[in-house]
């Protein structure tokens, strides 16, 4: 079964300092992974995917995600936050499975702090 | 480049009303469809998803439906409009059949009920 976890429903860092956002999942197959970012009022926007191929993947803004097999993690990361990175971030598995089916995350509410 | 655009942006309609939002994409053809609707402070919900006109799957029984009456264009409807229905609406595309492919949304819909 297909499932995915945001470990953290909130997160306060100082602008700054590194930035670390968890997700784990679950899944029966080779599954695609993506991190997408919302700011209030407005849709989501994607920050980067893994489909199987670099494990290590770098998106927009600066921000990066690891994708550990083993751990069935893929933790959203920056090494330095900034204030306009306040938001909520949601984490996506998607697999195709006879048909494809896409879960969200619960979502994780970033502050940052001055 | 794709685009998706989302209209109105913002709404508000009394109890019983009816209601329809309009979605349409651009610079693409044959996309997947969404509509989700995101409670205050909460994840998304999958609403109705569609892989083509007329073709229609609703993920949850509700007061809602949903048509998609040309290639990329998709409509959110109600004939009475509940307390319930309150919320932020996103509509998105996918590229068809391909769970590797993101999701790519618009700026969604604000619904209040009064």
């Known amino acids: 079964a297909q499932s995915v976890t945001q470990l953290d429903s909130h997160v306060s860092v100082s602008e700054g300092t590194p930035v670390l956002l968890r997700c784990n999942y679950s899944s029966s197959y080779s599954p695609s992974l993506f991190w997408y970012v919302q700011h209030p009022n407005k849709g989501l926007q994607l920050l980067l995917k893994y489909t199987s191929a670099a494990t290590l993947v770098k998106g927009i803004n600066g921000f990066e995600a690891e994708f550990k097999k083993s751990e069935t993690s893929f933790h959203l990361t920056k090494p330095s936050a900034h204030m306009s990175d306040a938001a909520e971030y949601f984490c996506?598995?998607?697999?195709?499975?006879?048909?494809?089916?896409?879960?969200f995350g619960a979502g994780t509410r970033l502050f940052v702090k001055a | 480049s794709q685009t998706i655009h989302q209209w109105p942006a913002t709404l508000v309609q009394p109890v019983g009303s009816p209601l329809s939002l309009e979605c349409t994409v651009e610079?693409?053809?044959?996309?997947?469809l969404y509509w989700y609707r995101q409670a205050a402070g909460r994840g998304l919900q999958l609403l109705f998803y569609s892989v083509g006109i007329g073709q229609i799957s609703s993920e949850v029984p509700q007061n809602l439906s949903a048509s998609r009456p040309q290639d990329r264009q998709f409509i959110l409807s109600s004939k009475k409009l509940l307390l319930s229905d309150s919320g932020f609406y996103l509509c998105?595309?996918?590229?068809?059949?391909?769970?590797?492919?993101?999701?790519?949304f618009g700026d969604g819909t604000r619904l209040s009920i009064l």
């Open positions: 998105a595309w996918s590229v068809m059949t391909h769970s590797n492919q993101p999701q790519h």
């Open positions: 610079g693409t053809s044959n996309p997947n």
């Open positions: 996506v598995v998607s697999e195709e499975a006879g048909g494809f089916k896409t879960i």
